[in-house]
């Protein structure tokens, strides 16, 4: 069995930020966000707002994490552009 991570159908790259997909929400649901986001990747503070502003980089999983959550809300992660399909 490998323990390579399924990249498949994600548009991230590394580099990227969810800093704009996540400054377009109303508080109210930044803070939901936010709370998911700790939840799913036992982040500390300083480390969510890093990897938001891209201080520091976010991993291949910790993406994927992001990439579910704003899914849930229709937003594409990386770019803040609402998903229609």
């Not at 997909?21 to 109210?28: L, N, R, W």
């Not at 959550?69 to 998903?83: R, S």
């Amino acid at each position: 069995m490998s323990d390579k991570i399924n990249t498949e159908k994600t548009g991230w790259e590394p580099g990227m930020t969810f800093c704009k997909a996540y400054e377009e929400f109303h508080p109210a649901l930044r803070k939901e966000i936010y709370r998911k986001v700790m939840g799913w990747t036992g982040w500390s503070k300083y480390t969510f707002y890093a990897k938001k502003n891209g201080v520091h980089p976010l991993k291949l999983l910790e993406a994927k994490i992001i990439e579910l959550i704003f899914l849930d809300y229709g937003v594409d992660a990386w770019t803040g552009n609402e998903i229609t399909e």
